[in-house]
């Protein structure tokens, strides 16, 4: 999932977004991955597309 992630930030921002991978590489959750890929497509920027993983750990907090 991890590559793929990678693949999409390099193919639509170029290789300077790929710092963002250090972040997102930190994640296990498989949905927060799935959702990060999803939302390469609809981001214009790597900060929007950040604004979508950080928001989903605030909107679904770990369970206990």
């Known amino acids: 999932m991890l590559e793929a992630i ?3 930030l ?3 921002f170029g290789t300077s977004s790929l710092g963002v991978m250090d972040e ?3 994640i296990e959750d498989v949905e ?3 959702a ?3 939302g390469i497509k609809t981001a214009t920027t790597v900060d929007e597309l950040r604004q979508i993983y950080q928001s989903f750990t605030t909107d679904n907090p770990p369970e206990n």
Do not use: H, N, V, Y
């Open 6 to 8: 990678e693949l999409g």
């Open 10 to 12: 390099e193919l639509k």
């Open 24 to 26: 997102i590489s930190q």
């Open 32 to 34: 927060q991955l799935r």
């Open 36 to 38: 990060i890929k999803e």
